[in-house]
């Protein structure tokens, strides 16, 4: 059995946790193309090193970082997102003016 530690948690079984994909640098979701957005979204560097990851633990919700091995699949250090991000980004979208002042003009 593998085991995942989770920072809140303590030492849980793999099966606990779902993958949510690397931690990377985003781009300005308001400004940047299509494509750079998929490429954030979809595509990893998948290249054998250590790489820092997102993970939930799906029965407490909890999301944290864990850092892996790609190649020997070792987990070195989990630890919560407040040590790497300290901003809070909203993705909540710009009303057009129209629609600001009730959609009446």
């Known amino acids: 059995m593998k085991v995942m530690p989770c920072p809140l948690n303590g030492p849980r079984n793999i ?3 779902v ?13 940047c193309s299509d494509k750079e957005w998929a490429e ?4 990893s560097d998948n290249t054998i090193k250590v790489v ?3 993970w939930c633990h799906t029965a407490s ?7 892996r ?7 070195i250090k989990t630890y ?13 979208a710009d009303a057009p003016a129209d629609k600001q002042q009730g959609g009446k003009q």
């Open 69 to 75: 091995h790609t190649a020997s699949d070792d987990i």
């Open 61 to 67: 919700g909890y999301w944290f970082i864990a850092e």
């Open 40 to 43: 954030y979204v979809f595509y």
């Open 80 to 92: 919560d997102p407040s040590e790497l991000f300290k901003d809070k980004i909203s993705f909540t």
């Open 52 to 54: 820092q990851e997102w």
């Open 19 to 31: 993958y949510g994909g690397e931690v990377k640098a985003m781009p300005d979701h308001r400004n």
């Open 15 to 17: 099966n606990e946790f």
